[in-house]
């Protein structure tokens, strides 16, 4: 069984920096690949980035050079660094963990995921 408690949600302003993280708690075999998704209103989830076991990291496009994926694996924690937040950066971020490596599954929102609540993340104007 697996659990994944996200934090670190917010409202800021166009341009500046919020930090996600994600508590990770269960099988460890069910964690090669950590990651962050994003649901924004009336849109698809869709991945965000995501961090393999071997230190591997994987990001779409229009986040590259702007959000940083990281984990500390002592303390089974994962985080998000989002830098230059932009107004469509705005969603619901969901933290998830999956068994299999991130190569084959990573951006796919199927069935390998297990995962957490969501954390609301709104910029404005």
């Known amino acids: 069984q697996v659990q994944l408690v996200e934090s670190g949600g917010g409202s800021v302003q166009a341009g500046g920096s919020l930090t996600l993280s994600c508590a990770y708690y269960g099988d460890p075999y069910m964690s090669h690949c950590m990651a962050w998704f994003r649901q924004a209103p009336g849109k698809e989830r869709e991945g965000v980035a995501a961090?393999?076991?071997?230190?591997?990291?994987f990001s779409t496009d229009s986040v590259k050079g702007r959000f940083t994926i990281s984990q500390d694996n002592a303390k089974n924690t994962l985080s998000l660094q989002m830098a230059s937040l932009k107004p469509e950066d705005t969603a619901m971020y969901y933290c998830?963990?999956?068994?299999?490596?991130?190569?084959?599954?990573?951006?796919?929102?199927?069935?390998?995921?297990?995962w957490g609540q969501g954390t609301q993340v709104t910029v404005f104007s």
């Open positions: 961090i393999g076991s071997d230190g591997s990291t």
């Open positions: 998830a963990a999956s068994g299999f490596w991130c190569g084959p599954i990573f951006p796919g929102t199927g069935g390998n995921w297990y």
